[in-house]
Nanobody
């Protein structure tokens, strides 16, 4: 059974940094894409960044220049480096992967809270 496990969420002050990790139970070569999503209270889940065969890129204008997604194939892990954090970044951050057979997997999420 494929598992995605996020970690790295924490309570930080405005302007701080965090690095989130998403560890997969199988080789991440198995996935067509891996993405970071976030969901704030009362809001819809939104795509933050995505990694495909072409590389990793931000998907939300609100995080451009501050967040960077990356991956380590040797560790079967994708990362989300988050800098210059703002209270508006407070959310549960989820990892999603889509396999070559179009099966979608989600992690359970990690809480990021940015205090003002």
């Amino acid at each position: 059974q494929v598992q995605l496990v996020e970690s790295g969420g924490d309570l930080v002050q405005t302007g701080g940094s965090l690095r989130l990790s998403c560890a997969a139970s199988i080789s991440i070569f198995s996935f067509n894409s891996m993405g970071w999503y976030r969901q704030a209270p009362g809001k819809e889940r939104e795509l933050v960044a995505i990694c495909t065969s072409g590389g990793c890129t931000n998907a939300a204008d609100s995080v451009k220049g501050r967040f960077t997604a990356s991956r380590d194939y040797t560790k079967n892990t994708v990362y989300l480096q988050m800098n210059s954090l703002k209270p508006a970044d407070t959310a549960v951050y989820y990892c999603r992967a889509i396999s070559s057979t179009r099966v979608v997997y989600w992690g359970r999420g990690t809480q990021v809270t940015v205090s003002s």
